[in-house]
């Protein structure tokens, strides 16, 4: 209401002055309008209102807000719009920046995949775990064969054996059998590694790579709040940029309207509506520039959160400005640099990486393993084909079952003794990287001395931004109402109190623009200081203030 206020205090100026420019000269000082005196009062009791209307403090009913709307829910992965219906954005919600947060936190896909990769390095530490116990396995199975056999005697025995021997084998005597073989066998192996040096140290590398997959999930929640956070103020301030520009653009419109009504009447030169065309059109190039801004931010925002195709997400008009930082610079770096997620994962990188390598020398280790096993099988032989001539007459049996059983325990030690070099090589690899990892934390925690630096002095100039920009407001609020007492007086012209509402306009913008980068500012150093559950299980707790906890000494 602050703004249509001004907006109607501008056009009761364009009016009033160029009625009044029209029954005086130009070189002498317009008379008091009444019109114009009249507007002015109507903006002087807005004032009050205008008066912080686009500063922080104001606050207003939260609205309704659920997980549960369908508005709100994140669309399949999979899914993608199959028409332009379905990517209309027919549907808006307002949120405030927590409510924000949740929804960012629950659609987010980044941290659905966090959670994942730690679901993944679960598993394969449960696997490496399996290992120190014995592994039992069951081997079933059956088979058929088909044999047939030819044999011809190309020298017989008859001077072995005599011819009524049974035994006897002439010169060109053949046999020929065919035999059928079916059996059934069954067993049970247990096998279990009583000593293995890279059992343990697989397990030790297992374990640093699953800690560093849970830091990574709290680095990247923090790194979502701060997503979050910078787009929701961007947003607001391209909702408050756009308001103001628009009243600029109609104050400005009237302007123009009433000079090109003198200069038809020949009150005003050419050079007047020259310049209020070229007034109006700047002001309109700046009202595009922030409805663009404004769409812009609107979808960056829908976009990060996930929600539905069909949804567009708007941010409350009110601006809440955070509390003051409780800490000074050191304590600001000691307090972000003390359990960071970000370093934390890099620490457990190394440290995996570390454990590889121990893995890999362990390979050359002698490996001491139990094996037992135990079974039975069914063998049965059948000879459906049996043709003698002359040749091998020995005993055949037509039909033949045969059971076995057994079983075997005993130790098995595995020594590498020598394999040129290949686990020495693989081990100095994972020693490099892990030095490689080292650094990179080095080059991190540099990185993240320097934004947290950044952040506190930009935190404490927006701060002083804020107060130069408040200080002008109220100048300026002071200024329009000498400017209006003067101009009752006839002291003044409409220029005065022109000047003057421009300057009301940039101080409102300022305070915007300063709000914000000091909201900005806060959130990027509550990005490294903000405490995250290390367990993707449990709700996160995202607060938007600075938690007593990260300011207590350690």
């Known amino acids: 209401m602050g703004l249509r206020a001004l907006v109607r205090g501008g056009v009761g100026l364009g ?45 207003t009913a939260p609205q309704p807000f659920s997980l549960s709307d369908p508005a709100l829910r994140p669309p399949d992965p999979l899914a993608a719009p199959a028409s332009a219906a379905a990517a209309d954005q027919a549907h808006e919600r307002v949120l405030s920046l927590a ?32 290992r120190f116990w014995p592994r039992l396995g069951l081997n079933l199975g059956t088979s058929f064969a088909q044999r047939s056999d030819y044999n011809l005697a190309t020298e017989g025995n008859s001077a072995v054996y005599s011819s009524t021997s049974p035994f006897l084998v002439e010169i060109g005597g053949w046999q020929r059998i065919q035999a059928n073989r079916g059996n059934v066998w069954g067993s049970l192996g247990l096998d279990w590694e009583l000593i293995s040096f890279e059992r343990g140290a697989a397990l030790a590398e297992q374990d640093q790579r699953l800690s560093a997959s849970l830091q990574q999930y709290g680095d990247a929640l923090r790194q979502l709040q701060l997503q979050v956070s910078e787009a929701y103020y961007g947003l607001q301030l391209a909702d408050q940029l756009l308001r103001i520009r628009q009243a600029v653009v109609r104050n400005d419109t009237l302007v123009r309207d009433q000079v090109a009504a003198l200069k038809g009447s020949g009150l005003v030169p050419r050079l007047d509506l020259l310049r209020a065309e070229a007034a109006l059109q700047q002001s309109r190039f700046r009202q595009e520039q922030a409805e663009a801004l404004r769409q812009s931010r609107r979808q960056a925002l829908t976009n990060l959160l996930n929600v539905a195709f069909t949804t567009l997400l708007r941010a409350q008009t009110d601006v809440a400005m955070q509390p003051p930082w409780p800490l000074p610079l050191d304590a600001t770096l000691v307090a972000g640099l003390r359990d960071n997620p970000a370093l934390e994962q890099l ?98 925690r540099n990185q993240i001395r320097q ?43 409409y220029t005065d109190v022109s000047e003057t509402i421009s300057l009301l306009t940039r101080s409102m913008e300022g305070i915007a623009e300063s709000t914000t980068l000091a909201n900005v500012s806060y ?21 938007l203030t600075l938690p007593l906890a990260a300011v207590a000494p350690p």
């Not at 005196?37 to 403090?57: C, I, T």
């Not at 030690?413 to 490689?436: C, K, N, P, T």
């Not at 950044?454 to 609020?477: G, K």
């Open 523 to 543: 959130a990027r150093m509550l990005r490294q200081l903000q405490p995250v559950p290390v367990q993707p299980e449990q709700q996160p707790n995202l607060p």
């Open 347 to 444: 620490s457990a990188e190394r440290q995996a990486l570390l454990r590889q390598a121990d893995r890999r020398q362990a390979q050359l280790l002698p490996n001491l393993q139990l094996f037992a096993a135990g079974g039975g099988g069914v063998d049965q032989l059948t000879k459906p084909v049996i043709d003698i001539n002359g040749c091998c007459g020995a005993s055949n049996i037509r039909q033949l079952a045969n059971q076995n059983a057994d079983w075997a325990a005993g130790l098995r030690l595995h020594w590498r003794l020598f394999d040129a070099g290949v686990s020495g090589g693989e081990a100095q690899a994972s020693r490099a990287a892990a030095e490689a990892v080292l650094q990179r934390l080095a080059r991190q």
């Open 99 to 130: 409510q924000a947060l949740e929804v960012a936190v629950a659609n987010n896909p980044e941290l659905a995949e966090r959670r994942a990769r730690i679901a993944e390095m679960r598993g394969l530490k449960r696997s490496v775990q399996g």
């Open 15 to 59: 009016a009033s002055f160029w009625l009044s420019a029209a029954a005086a000269p130009l070189s002498t000082t317009v008379p008091p309008s009444t019109g114009l005196v009249r507007s002015l009062a109507a903006f002087e009791r807005d004032l009050l209102e205008l008066d912080g209307a686009l500063r922080p403090g104001a606050a």
């Open 451 to 493: 934004e947290l630096e950044t952040a506190f002095y930009d935190y404490r100039a927006s701060l002083s931004q804020l107060a130069a920009a408040e200080a002008s407001y109220q100048a300026s609020r002071e200024a329009f109402r000498d400017a209006r007492a003067r101009y009752q007086l006839g002291l003044a012209d």
